[in-house]
């Protein structure tokens, strides 16, 4: 005499128990690409604000490049602090976003020095170039 085995509830089972699992691998991957993407703006941004200090010496125009680069470029994320300096020949800029990690444990990866697990994760670039030779030599311009 046979045993006949019921399999009908197997592969919803399996499916329960793996689903979770996958679906959290799905989110995790989709917030590390928004988080690399971002960066990414961040750089760019701070490159474009270096650049734009470099060529027009306009502090403000600078940073309103910059600015104006990350409110059409980041995905959700926020614009921290754009700041823009001058140490002789070289400009430097560095520019700052926040961004919302919804998974518990990235925040600690993203940003191991920060504390807790949770929240926001702070993304930080800088960027520097040397003045156009106009503003370092502004006496060869001048001459009439």
Not at 17 to 22: D, E, R
Not at 84 to 103: K, L, N, W, Y
Not at 120 to 133: F, N, P, S
Request: charge should be positive; aromatic fraction near 8%; proline fraction near 3%.
């Amino acid at each position: 005499m046979q045993i006949k085995k019921d399999q009908s509830g197997q592969v919803l089972v399996e499916f329960a128990l793996i689903a979770p699992i996958f679906i959290g691998l799905i989110f995790v991957l989709i917030i590390t690409g928004l988080w690399i993407y971002n960066s990414s703006q961040t750089s760019q941004a701070a490159r474009i604000a270096a650049h734009y200090m470099a060529v027009t010496g306009d502090m403000s125009e600078a940073r309103d490049k910059a600015t104006v680069h990350l409110q059409k470029t980041m995905v959700a994320a926020e614009i921290g602090q754009v700041s823009v300096h001058q140490a002789g020949d070289i400009t430097q800029s560095v520019v700052v976003t926040r961004m919302e990690t919804f998974v518990p444990g990235l925040k600690k990866l993203f940003n191991p020095g920060d504390g807790g697990w949770t929240g926001k994760v702070t993304i930080t670039k800088e960027a520097q170039t040397v003045r156009e030779y106009r503003f370092r030599n502004p006496g060869a311009f001048n001459r009439r």
